[in-house]
């Protein structure tokens, strides 16, 4: 028995190697946190990076 994220092992629960057991004892989910600065001094490289990452993050089964 091991203890790991959900996303490194999303692929392998839904092929079915992998099974959830103690499921009751799940820990609960922990929120992701995207920082950036915003205003003048916001680079749009940056806004434009996190504009991705929040997209990836959200269309993510695996993080839900």
């Known amino acids: 028995m091991t ?3 959900s ?8 092929s079915g190697q992998l099974q959830i057991v103690l499921a ?3 820990p609960a989910c922990v929120p992701i946190h995207v920082l ?6 916001a680079s749009a490289k940056v ?7 929040v ?4 269309a993510d089964k695996a993080l839900r």
């Open 3 to 5: 203890r790991l994220l």
């Open 7 to 14: 996303y490194q092992i999303a692929p392998y629960l839904d």
């Open 36 to 41: 950036h600065r915003e205003g003048r001094l």
């Open 24 to 26: 009751d004892h799940q």
């Open 55 to 58: 997209a990836s993050l959200r």
């Open 47 to 53: 806004r434009n990076f996190v504009d991705l990452l």
